[in-house]
């Protein structure tokens, strides 16, 4: 089908210069259970991630999914009041310059000390949580006691969950307090949907919901693409994906953002390996001619 067209926007490449507190992504932090901070390079700075799903329960089974597994989860549900308390010391942390001494953070110290985004995360599925409007509450009391006003609320989803009724209640208040959605989409058929995300989740679903929340706000989409048996992504599966990204334009949706990154971490397949930043560039290009949209591509230091 044909795609909507606005404006050239320039890709945007984000090179792989990294410090070592951008390649270290690890979800937690001393004892904390849901808490743990990260210097990222899609956020562009230091990123305060709770951990949603911490039983590590997830609706995809990505090829290239980093969670480990083998590993057993330290908690299996989330206990608010220890969550907000764990929130309160990391912000704590942050603001008194005591994260900044620690490392990895002492490498990038004009990051470490400014909370850029907290970001609702996770093991697995963060949309799954019974209690995420709750949770959104929780940040915005944190970040109105503690002078954060000016932090975004991100959530980082695959999208099966945005059609729950808390999910959306929870959205609506994001909606209020620099809220952002950052969404996955790593393809653009069923087929290859199915065989890079592995899950029962209908791709169909998956579109319906990016949608439908791109027309209530502006979101960023994530899409990682790969090597799959020593082979990139064919041709036809981006021309695929462009069309669903123009899908989602023409029925009055919003994207602000799309962020083509690769593999970086040791996957979970040992079949699936990371794209060149050559790659990655042709990619984003082809995005930006088909639709026009604003794109960033995080090639062999991907956070």
Same mark, same amino acid.
């Given at each position: ?15 792989p210069n990294l410090t070592i507190a951008h390649r270290s992504h690890p979800r937690t ?12 390079? $899609? ?23 980093? /969670? ?10 989330? /206990? ?14 942050v603001q008194s310059g005591t994260l900044a001494s620690e490392y990895p953070f002492n ?33 915005? $009391? ?9 932090? *975004? ?30 969404? *996955? ?50 041709? /036809? ?28 971490? *040791? ?37």
């Open positions: 089908m044909a795609v909507l067209l606005s404006a050239v926007v320039e890709v945007k490449t984000i090179k932090y001393r004892d904390f259970f849901y808490v743990y901070p990260v210097i990222s390079r $899609r956020s562009h700075g230091l990123s305060i991630g709770i951990n949603l799903t911490p039983n590590k329960v997830c609706s995809f089974g990505c090829a290239y999914c980093q /969670v480990d597994r083998a590993t057993p989860p330290r908690v299996s549900m989330l /206990v608010l009041a220890t969550l907000e308390r764990e929130l309160r010391q990391m912000v704590d942390l490498t990038a110290l004009d990051l470490a000390t400014r909370v850029n985004d907290i970001a609702l995360s996770g093991d697995g599925e963060p949309t799954a949580a019974r209690q995420f409007q709750e949770v959104v509450r929780i940040v915005q $009391r944190v970040k109105r006691e503690t002078g954060l006003q000016d932090a *975004k609320v991100v959530l980082i989803t695959n999208g099966t969950g945005l059609d729950r009724a808390g999910v959306q209640a929870g959205l609506k208040l994001m909606d209020e307090d620099r809220g952002e959605v950052w969404a *996955k989409l790593d393809a653009g058929s069923e087929q290859y949907f199915k065989q890079v995300n592995r899950t029962a989740v209908a791709f169909s679903r998956i579109l319906k919901n990016l949608a439908t929340v791109a027309r209530g706000r502006p979101i960023t989409l994530q899409s990682l693409f790969m090597r799959l048996h020593g082979e990139p992504p064919p041709d /036809v599966e981006i021309e695929a994906y462009c069309d669903r990204l123009g899908e989602i334009l023409q029925s009055g949706g919003k994207i602000k953002l799309v962020q083509v990154y690769t593999v970086v971490r *040791k996957p979970l397949e040992p079949w699936v390996a990371p794209l060149t930043d050559g790659e990655l560039d042709s990619i984003a290009a082809r995005v930006r001619q088909r639709t026009g949209l604003a794109v960033e591509t995080f090639g062999g230091g991907k956070a």
